[in-house]
Structures are given as C-alpha cells and as structure tokens.
C-alpha cells in the first residue's frame, strides 16, 4: 500500500493530453499504414465472427433443451482472451500477418472488446446515455482508417521533423514536433501510445501523453461568464466581475454557408461524371476522381477552420475566466429542426462545450452548466419575470413588467452569468 500511495504522490501534477500531428509519407509508407489499419480492422472482424459463432452455439444448443452447464463454453470478452485466441489461430487465419506489426491485430481487438463492454454496460443499465447496439461488421468500403501502437518503437525525431512508429519507421510531418520534443527532451513528458488515422485527406498521427503541467490560474479569476450560443451569433458572451457587467458577441464564421455555392457547382461536376457503381461493378473514371478530390478538398477545408475557430474560442475562454456558464443544449433535438439543422451543425455546439469542459480544468477554472429546462432566453436579466412564450423568430426580449428591452440573446446570456451569483 506504501508503495502505491509512493507512486500516486510521484505520478502527482501530471495529466495525459494528446498531441497531434499531419504526416507527410511518401507513397510505399501510405501504402504500409493503409495496411496496418485494414490488419485492425480484419482482426476486429475476425473476432466478431468468433463471438458471434459461440454465441449463436449457445443459442442453438438451448432450443434442444440442454443444460447450461452442458452447453459450449463461453468465451471470454476481455481483449486479453482475444489475443490469446488470435495468437493461436493467426497463422491459418492470417498466413500474411507478419507483414505489419503485431499492434495491429491488438489495436483491432482492443476496440472490440471496448465495444462489446459497451454494449454489455449499456445492456445492463451500467453506461448512461443512449442505448448501444452489439458491435457490427466494420466494412472496408466505410471503416475509418485508424490503428494503435502502444508498444514498440514509438519516438520523436531530433531534427523534430519525423516521428518513428513500429515496423513503418521515421515518417516526416508537415509540422515541426518541436513542442512536444521539448517536453521530452526536458523529461516533463512520456509517451503512452501512437494512434495514427486518415481523416480529411490527411494521414495524423496523435500521441497519448503523459505530461506534468505547471498550476495555472485564469487571468481574471473572479470573473463569471455566461456563454449563450446561437446561429446568428456563435457565442454571446456576459461577464459578470466586480460588480460591473459587459456584453461581447463572437461573430459566427458559418464556413460551410460561405463555402455551398463552391460545393453544388464542384457536385454539379461530380455528376455529370463516370461515377462508381456498386450495383454492375463499375469503376469510376479518373475524372471522376478529380473532381470528387477537388470537392472533398473544400469539405476539409470547411472542417479544418471550423475546428480551428472553436479551439481559439474556447482557449480564450478558459484561458481569461475562472468560471464559464454553458447550456445544457439538446443538440440532436435541435437538428431535427429541417430549417436550421445545417447552421446548427455547422456551429458545432456540442464541440464548444466538450473544449469548454476540460481546458477550463488545466486552468484551474470551473464549468456551470445550466439545466436544459432552465429559461434563460424568457427570463428577464433585469427583474427576473418570466415570459409565458418567446417565439424563435421574436430576437429582441421586450420584458412585460420592466423597461428592459434588448436582443434576446444577451439577455439569456446574462441570465446564464447571474446563475452562478444566485445559487450556493
């Protein structure tokens, strides 16, 4: 017991964070991370079709009346049982796995024990939120490209412009590692994993670290404010400190608004192209994937400023307050909304209170997130009353008891700063 308490009090002041990075590979090192990730996601399959074997023996077995301590045993679904298995039959299975590496095979049945766990939680009343179905077949047409290294050679580069992963060797990024390398070469820092994943049209690799980091404070510590989020204004924002108040509106980009007249003529093209066709085997002509490149290019770059947008917004958040008041918003009742489900998407609510909640913690700063019932928009910021009905196209807030009138979404977000003051 002394010896763990030892190494809780030695592992104090350090957190694990990820660090991400695009990779440049050339073209035989795409290939070869093509082929980890298909090797996970065959060994995910693999496993799948064994649990499901031995499930549908059981079943089978007990419509004949057998008893249970008479049917096929059961197999065990921790990931250590799955590799005990795999590492048994992957040589009739996989006569070709030595061709990637072992983490592979891991990375795959580590996510299919993850997700039978899920479902077995979720089954029996153990894991909140909506109902998780039995893990499916990951198809190679539709599956992410993604896998895991957690064992092996896995380090940054000196020059700070590659990254060594197991059996693919030192891959050039399109960045510099340099603030990662510093942590590592100062000894603040210690690498856990390597999960490498096509997303965007870009290969990135993102590492699980360890690192300790320094107490920080908020710069204005004492102060409150309420983040209300809308569609025509992404955030607005009432800062309650020292008994004054102020009002601020953070524009909303809306990239994908500005970027549709690009997208319907480059679908336009699409179109009128050689297409593929699952259906008679057809293969699409190089034109068509040209065009279909160039279409997807503007979808990633809609992407990649939308998540550039929110990480400045909420860092300055967490970075400047010591409190933040967030809504407790039903995003997916929301984008039910036909007319305004594409804007709501576009804004990335949900996103903005997932960054809020934990950079507001390396701060040492605190997140209040109000109940979902909670009137902020009809609730007057000035005497408190509250409207019977305040219809989404009415955007000014004209209070029926007081002179207060002004844009509903300032009043709500006052309302969201008051919260904080008005409860213990």
Not at 120 to 141: E, H
Not at 170 to 182: D, G, M, N, V
């Amino acid at each position: 017991m002394a010896k763990l308490q030892a190494k809780f009090q030695a592992r104090s002041g350090f957190v694990v964070q990820a660090y991400r990075f695009a990779l440049d590979p050339n073209a035989g090192q795409a290939r070869a991370l093509a082929s980890h990730c298909g090797a996970a996601r065959m060994a995910f399959n693999w496993g799948l079709a064994l649990i499901k074997a031995n499930l549908g023996q059981r079943e089978a077995e007990r419509s004949y009346d057998i008893p249970d301590e008479h049917l096929t045993p059961s197999l065990s679904w921790s990931m250590y049982s799955l590799r005990k298995a795999w590492n048994t039959a992957k040589e009739q299975v996989a006569p070709w796995w030595r061709e990637n590496s072992k983490e592979a095979y891991n990375s795959g049945l580590e996510r299919l024990a993850v997700a039978l766990k899920n479902w077995s939680d979720s089954k029996n009343g153990k894991r909140k939120g909506p109902k998780m179905g039995f893990p499916a077949f990951r198809s190679k047409r539709t599956a992410a490209l993604s896998v895991k290294f957690t064992t092996g050679t896995i380090r940054l580069e000196d020059d700070r412009r590659h990254v060594t992963l197991p059996r693919l060797g030192a891959i050039r990024t399109h960045e510099s590692t340099r603030k990662l390398h510093r942590r590592l070469s100062a000894g603040s820092a210690r690498i856990l994993s390597a999960t490498v994943r096509h997303e965007r049209g870009r290969w990135l690799v993102s590492f699980q670290v360890e690192v300790q980091r320094a107490a920080s404070v908020a710069a204005r510590p004492q102060a409150v404010v309420g983040v209300d989020l809308g569609v025509k204004h992404l955030a607005v924002l009432a800062v309650l400190a020292e008994g004054a108040g102020e009002v601020r509106y953070e524009p909303n980009p809306a990239h994908l608004q500005g970027s549709l007249k690009r997208l319907r003529r480059l679908s336009r093209r699409v179109s009128r192209r050689q297409g593929p066709d699952r259906r008679t085997g057809a293969q699409p002509s190089n034109r068509w994937l040209s065009a279909n490149a160039e279409r997807n290019r503007v979808h990633h770059r809609v992407a990649n400023l939308r998540a550039d947008g929110l990480h400045k917004l909420t860092t300055r958040l967490a970075a400047e307050y010591g409190t933040v008041v967030i809504e407790d918003l039903n995003v997916a009742g929301m984008l039910r909304n036909r007319r305004l489900a594409r804007r709501i998407a576009d804004a990335g609510f949900g996103e903005i209170r997932r960054q809020i909640t934990y950079k507001t913690g390396w701060n040492g700063g605190a997140v209040r997130v109000a109940d979902r019932w909670y009137p902020s928009s009809k609730t007057c910021s000035g005497c408190g009353a509250v409207k019977a009905k305040l219809p989404l196209h009415a955007r000014v807030f004209d209070c029926d008891h007081c002179p207060v009138v002004m844009d509903r979404d300032e009043n709500a977000a006052r309302n969201l700063a008051a919260l904080v003051a008005s409860t213990p």
